[in-house]
């Protein structure tokens, strides 16, 4: 069974660095082919793309948040990380990371439940 | 710049309905279109795939087509349980979601 589970701050102070947590299970990282993404979506938003890390350590940003955002993974703990500079209380959204089915068309086909995250002085 | 519009932003349907939905790209992606599904405080959960692939667990009342730039996504025969926010994805480029379409009950 694949699961994928978010962990993090739920409140930071703008300006700070958030740095979130996905451990999954169930599937290793340093298989051909295979991804892992981050998305958020602020409360009663859409859902925005965040990043994508891959299993040969290639990576892809959002454009308009790549100046911001760093992903990483660690094979050997099942982990990524993401780590946003700047937060700003624009960026209080609910933030999932999820599995890619494939690294040809980077759907999203297990995802984890979501952490939310509230950026506030 | 690729841009997503998605149409209709929202819709009423009754059970049993065919319902369309519509994305549309700025610039030829091919198939690079995901579908997905979500309910109120729920994450969202994949549909479709390359356009028109169903996903595996998903009913076959859901529908994709489309390739270049005009996709769609058809609920045959709408169900209770797919009164929901439906949101279309391209990964052609640096992927991006489209803004989405509630499906609620008329």
């Known amino acids: 069974q694949i699961t994928l589970k978010e962990s993090g701050p739920t409140l930071v102070k703008p300006t700070q660095t958030l740095t979130l947590t996905c451990t999954f299970s169930?599937?290793?990282?340093?298989?051909?082919?295979?991804?892992v993404g981050w998305i958020r979506q602020p409360p009663e938003k859409a859902l925005e793309w965040l990043a994508l890390i891959y299993w040969d350590d290639a990576k892809r940003y959002s454009p308009s948040l790549e100046s911001r955002l760093t992903i990483t993974k660690d094979t050997s703990k099942n982990q990524v990380v993401l780590t946003m500079a700047n937060m700003d209380p624009v960026d209080t959204a609910t933030y999932y990371c999820?599995?890619?089915?494939?690294?040809?068309?980077?759907?999203?086909?297990?995802w984890g439940e979501g952490t939310m995250v509230t950026v506030s002085s | 710049d690729l841009q997503m519009t998605q149409s209709p932003s929202s819709l009423s349907a009754s059970v049993g309905d065919r319902v369309t939905i519509t994305c549309r790209t700025s610039?030829?992606?091919?198939?690079?279109v995901n579908w997905y599904q979500q309910k109120p405080g729920k994450a969202p959960k994949l549909l479709i795939y390359?356009?028109?692939i169903l996903q595996s667990g998903v009913p076959s009342r859901f529908n994709g087509s489309g390739s270049g730039t005009d996709f769609s996504l058809t609920v045959s025969r709408l169900q209770p349980e797919d009164f929901a926010t439906y949101y279309c994805?391209?990964?052609?480029?640096?992927?991006?979601f489209g803004p989405g379409t509630k499906v609620d009950l008329k």
């Open positions: 610039q030829s992606i091919s198939r690079y």
């Open positions: 999820a599995r890619s089915l494939s690294s040809t068309y980077d759907a999203f086909n297990i």
């Open positions: 169930g599937f290793s990282l340093s298989t051909t082919g295979v991804g």
């Open positions: 994805q391209q990964t052609y480029t640096a992927a991006a």
């Open positions: 390359a356009a028109s």
